[in-house]
């Protein structure tokens, strides 16, 4: 029903930036909510942010507020990824996810995309 392409990721210095692109196609609900995820090895998957298309609204986990910012691009049906002052612990594969529900949890998000890497080094 719905296909998700990240791109954007790499290695980046300490305290530098990255965007992440998420690109979506195929039907997709109106009131659909897309999400960022991370999983660094050997660690289980983890929650970063998420917005709800129809209106912008976003929340963000505790690990990334100030830091990093999730905005929309409706033309180009694509979610972005604003990291800043990236920290080593960032370092992880991440994930795009899109569901019809408003969760902090990956099992509340029906679609994935393939990720992309993202390493911090100091």
């Known amino acids: 029903q719905v296909q998700l392409v990240e791109s954007g990721g790499g290695l980046v210095q300490a305290g530098g930036s990255l965007r992440l692109s998420c690109a979506a196609s195929?039907?997709?609900?109106?009131?659909?909510?897309m999400a960022w995820f991370r999983q660094a090895p050997g660690k289980e998957r983890e929650f970063v942010g998420m917005?709800?298309?129809?209106?912008?609204?976003?929340y963000y986990a505790d690990s990334v507020k100030g830091r990093f910012t999730i905005s929309r691009d409706n033309a180009k049906t694509t979610v972005y990824l604003q990291m800043n002052s990236l920290k080593p612990e960032d370092t992880a594969v991440y994930y795009c996810?899109?569901?019809?529900?408003?969760?902090?949890?990956?099992?509340?998000?029906?679609?994935w995309g393939q990720g992309t890497q993202v390493t911090v080094s100091s």
């Open positions: 917005i709800r298309w129809s209106i912008g609204t976003t």
């Open positions: 996810a899109a569901g019809r529900g408003w969760s902090f949890s990956g099992s509340g998000y029906d679609y």
């Open positions: 195929g039907r997709t609900f109106g009131n659909a909510v």
